[in-house]
């Protein structure tokens, strides 16, 4: 098989969780040193497992394996060494992880395809110390392990037409799984919609939409000429019977809630409610014309 033929990998994302509050209470030496450590760490791991390491980002480590079981097992082996180092508060380590097995392209080092764009939208909305999997992973697990795997949630991803379920990895030695009750399935008679207002412009974006992107590249649904805001800033998505914002960037985003005070998010997520103004990078201001106004509509208005 050639290096550009698409075949089926496991492609898993792991990042390191707080790593900005490690820089700012250890410093930039001390902080590299440490983050870097753990990087290496979860390196060896992955190649252990009999996994490729494609490129680390940031702080954050993209890799692939050939099958379901090897992937788990890294997973679980990395969140291990994380919580064997300590952090600047003396607590260990976390990562958040997800993964996704589905059709990948090789192409010069890299690795591109739909298996990568969903695993890298599991990692976003892991928690610290998460194993999130998809259920194309679930299917391939063999029937021993499925116990200690629970579905949490279903997602929209872009460019996908049906939602994408999340499952939780029990990876902790003790640790039992929660019978969790599936998603029930929900009416589009109810779902209303947000409106976002920008330089002059009306979007919308509804419940059957993909997550409605807002950054500065052309990509985007909503274009940001601003400077601080980061190439995919944030996102919007209907999850579980709300409209959540989730924030992806650099720099954060704020919330300003009408009557409200100010809501600064790292990597957070925001439900929202009501109306208020988003500023990607700095505080919004209401005479500003940087900022995003946004309104929940709900069904029995948005007409």
Known sequence: MSENSARELLVLFADISGSTAIYEQLGDAAAVTLIQGLLGRMEE???FHRGAVIKFIGD?????FPDVVSGLAAATAMQQQAAAMVGPDGRSLALRVGMHFGPALQERGDVFGDAVNVAARVVEIARPGQVLITDSCFENVPLLGRSRIRTIDCITVRGRSVETTIMEVMWQRGRTATTVVPPVPRSHDDEGCVILGHAG??????????????????SCQLVIANSMASRQHASIEWRRGKFVLSD???NGTFIMPEGGRSI????????????????????????????????????S???
Request: hydrophobic share 35%; net charge positive.
């Open 301 to 303: 208005t948005k007409n």
């Open 264 to 299: 600064h998010l790292r990597r957070e997520a925001f439900v929202l409610q009501g109306a208020g103004i988003i500023g990607l990078g700095e505080q919004p201001r209401a005479e500003s014309a940087g900022g995003v106004h946004y309104e929940f509509r709900p069904a």
């Open 201 to 218: 412009r009306i979007y919308t974006v509804a419940q059957q939409s993909n997550p409605f992107l807002i950054g500065r590249d052309a």
């Open 60 to 64: 954050e480590l993209l890799c692939t």
């Open 45 to 47: 791991e992955a190649y």
């Open 248 to 250: 992806r960037s650099t």
